[in-house]
T-cell receptor, first 111, second 117 residues
Framework: RKEVEQDPGPFNVPEGATVAFNCTYS??????FFWYRQDCRKEPKLLMS?????NEDGRFTAQLNRASQYISLLIRDSKLSDSATYLC????????????WGLGTSLAVNP | DAGVTQSPTHLIKTRGQQVTLRCSPK?????VSWYQQALGQGPQFIFQ???????QRGNFPDRFSGHQFPNYSSELNVNALLLGDSALYLC????????????????FGPGTRLTVL
């Protein structure tokens, strides 16, 4: 299994839809997880952190399933402005602060 | 509070040339990581600097080298440029766990877009 795997999409959804992405990881010792959002030709920006079972912030919910080694991102009531690439980055455990990134999942929210 | 800054924003070089990219970390951060991101790909880890030493390295040839200064800023040097080095080069800063930063949370600069002709 690759260190991080994401479905590249693209996911095309209408405004108001609910969409979910998964990200699987191989390092079972990973302790903290992050979802980043990257707009075209811009830098990634932190969207959500996941340290335990899950985290919710408005329309966004991130969940962690340690048994199956995946994290998910759920976006409710999609907005046009949610169109972007979503990157998950489960870091290696311990003091190794190297971040291994997935390829990202492309989301297009259509009017 | 200034975030991560990078310079230059854009750069055009020819094959065989050398380039130096610069990064200043977010205030309070002591660790700098460099990434290469080709179009349509996720960021690829180049290396990470902490306490002025290279601590981790990805699968990049020795043509890629770096440096970290006492003020935590960093440089990425690439020698003998190849066409395939054309990419967005991202710098990300973070702090050690327990020093006010979330574990492994990284903040990215705007990147330097390098084009090799």
């Amino acid at each position: 299994r690759k260190e991080v795997e994401q479905d590249p999409g693209p996911f095309n959804v209408p405004e108001g839809a609910t969409v979910a992405f998964n990200c699987t990881y191989s390092n079972s010792a990973s302790q903290s997880f992050f979802w980043y959002r990257q707009d075209c030709r811009k830098e990634p920006k932190l969207l959500m952190s996941v340290y335990s079972s899950g985290n919710e912030d408005g329309r966004f919910t991130a969940q962690l399933n340690r048994a199956s080694q995946y994290i998910s991102l759920l976006i409710r009531d999609s907005k046009l402005s949610d169109s972007a690439t979503y990157l998950c980055s489960p870091p290696n455990a311990g003091n190794n602060r190297k971040l291994i990134w997935g390829l990202g999942t492309s989301l297009a929210v259509n009017p | 509070d200034a975030g991560v800054t990078q310079s230059p924003t854009h750069l055009i070089k020819t094959r065989g040339q050398q380039v130096t990219l610069r990064c200043s970390p977010k205030s309070g951060h002591d660790t700098v990581s460099w990434y290469q991101q080709a179009l349509g790909q996720g960021p690829q880890f180049i290396f990470q600097y902490y306490e002025e030493e290279e601590r981790q390295r990805g699968n990049f040839p020795d043509r890629f080298s770096g440096h970290q200064f006492p003020n935590y800023s960093s440089e990425l040097n690439v020698n003998a440029l190849l066409l395939g080095d054309s990419a967005l080069y991202l710098c990300a800063s973070s702090s050690l766990p327990g020093r006010g930063g979330s574990y492994n949370e990284q903040f990215f600069g705007p990147g330097t877009r390098l084009t090799v002709l």
